[in-house]
């Protein structure tokens, strides 16, 4: 980021009214974190682009020293932003150290920008996430989809501001995994099969057909009591599109609640679905219009949350045990092939962290140029205030066979060269 001379004379010339303009040049692919320094007031800031449109604002606490990431910029092209910094007219005496503040500022955000213009992408695992509008990401439960070289977040926004009676599902747009770009609620949908007060709709996954350019939504469709048990699937002509409702039904013939996706290096889709009578996952080929699923495999494992990831030579498949919202140690277990055999399940974190409050969702592989790294997605649930519920993503440490899931702490993530870091003092 530049800070022009002009800007820097405006700012001084500003000092002690109440807003602050600074031009910035963003580069790279603008995820741009600014780090302020302890000790100094909190402020409000909010970023407009050149047509003068407000596309990210927040609040900065500097007492505690945390940083602030601009959401909004998601732009890989080099952008001129204007940042402006309202402060509090200051008291008389107070101006001349006002001033100095907001040098001291500038000359921060310039040596952060120096030392960030590669970019460096920071996951908060357990923060509030907040999307391009500054508001907290609505897609618990949810799914990543690779459409075109671009992430699309898909999940059940529980916003408060929703109507009670209708399910929602939102759809974020990212290349880096990090910075999300609100996109639309793609699905808003009315109680589509008579299912009654509190029918649930959960876990969305959307996969893409190459073939056809059309997109399929599945999801778990019930009642209140969970007694359904079934999939519904809906449709739409573009990645982040309204969806249109289909029909609804139980995969296999069988039960299925939580649902899982995956897609095979060879492109192959597959929903992962639990069916309790069975006590296990079954894994279920898409068809190729992948509007219906024919039988893969199943596991003989009573667990939900499914996740598989393909790895090395070998399928892992992560799955957490059955108390409802509650977070329990989650567990893996590895194959050579899709049909198995699957080895026995093991414990993916030290038992007594509960798997750090969340549970497994998905497993997404970010194959890059040097590396892979494959990140735990996973949903702290607060099923008293859904809307409130918070992420879990990590980097896991794989090794031929063994999986395993670091605490949550701060991290970055390259998705062109696949490397991921925990930083030094991520806490
Ligand atoms: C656990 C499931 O994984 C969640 O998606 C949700 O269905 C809760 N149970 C409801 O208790």
Redesign the pocket.
């Known amino acids: 980021m530049k800070i022009s001379r002009r800007s820097l004379a405006r700012g001084l010339a500003a000092a002690g009214t109440e807003t602050l303009k600074v031009t910035a040049r963003v580069y790279g692919d603008g995820s741009l974190p600014f780090t302020f320094t302890k000790g100094r007031d909190s402020q409000q800031l909010s970023w407009s682009n050149g047509r003068g449109d407000v596309d990210g604002e927040g609040s900065y606490d500097r007492m505690h020293g945390s940083t602030w990431d601009k959401p909004g910029c998601t732009s890989p092209a080099k952008s001129t932003k204007k940042i402006e910094i309202a402060k509090p007219i200051p008291a008389r005496g107070e101006k001349m150290r006002r001033a100095i503040d907001w040098f001291a500022t500038l000359a921060s955000l310039a040596l952060v920008a120096a030392g960030v213009c590669a970019a460096q992408s920071v996951i908060r695992p357990g923060e509030p996430w907040l999307d391009s509008r500054g508001q907290r990401i609505q897609a618990h ?1 949810g799914g990543i989809t690779v459409w075109k070289g671009t992430y699309y977040w898909f999940g059940e926004d529980r916003s408060q501001a929703n109507d009670p009676e209708k399910r929602y599902v939102a759809c974020y747009l990212s290349r880096d995994l990090v910075h999300w770009k609100f996109r639309r609620q793609v699905l808003v949908l009315a109680d589509p099969e008579h299912l009654g007060p509190h029918w649930v709709l ?2 969305p996954k959307v996969f893409a057909n190459p073939s056809t350019g059309k997109f399929v939504m599945y999801a778990h469709l019930d009642d209140a009591p969970y007694k359904l048990a079934r999939v519904m699937v809906a449709v739409s002509n573009r990645i982040d599109g309204t969806y249109t409702y289909v029909r609804s039904f139980r995969p296999l013939d069988e039960e299925s ?2 649902i899982g996706q995956f897609v095979d290096d060879d492109g192959s889709a597959y929903l992962i679905f639990e069916s309790r009578p069975t006590k296990g996952f079954f894994l279920a080929k898409l068809t190729g219009d992948l509007m219906s699923v024919e039988k893969t495999s199943f596991i003989p494992a009573p667990l ?2 499914g996740a598989l990831v393909h790895y090395g030579n070998l399928y892992y498949v992560v799955g ?1 045990h059955m108390t ?2 509650r977070p329990n140690p989650n567990v893996y277990a590895t194959a050579p092939a899709l049909t198995g055999p699957w080895t026995e399940f093991k414990n993916l974190a030290p038992p007594e962290a509960n798997n750090y409050d969340s ?1 497994s969702t998905m497993l997404l592989k970010v194959k890059g140029s040097k590396t892979t790294t494959v990140i735990f997605m996973g949903d702290i649930w607060r099923p008293r205030e859904l809307w409130d519920s918070r992420y879990v993503w990590m980097p896991l440490e794989m090794d031929d066979g063994s999986m395993h899931l670091p605490p949550p702490q701060l991290w970055t993530l390259n998705v062109k060269t696949g490397e991921s870091a925990i930083q030094a003092n991520g806490k």
């Open positions: 439960g959960e876990r609640r939580d939900e949350g957490s409802g919202w549970q």
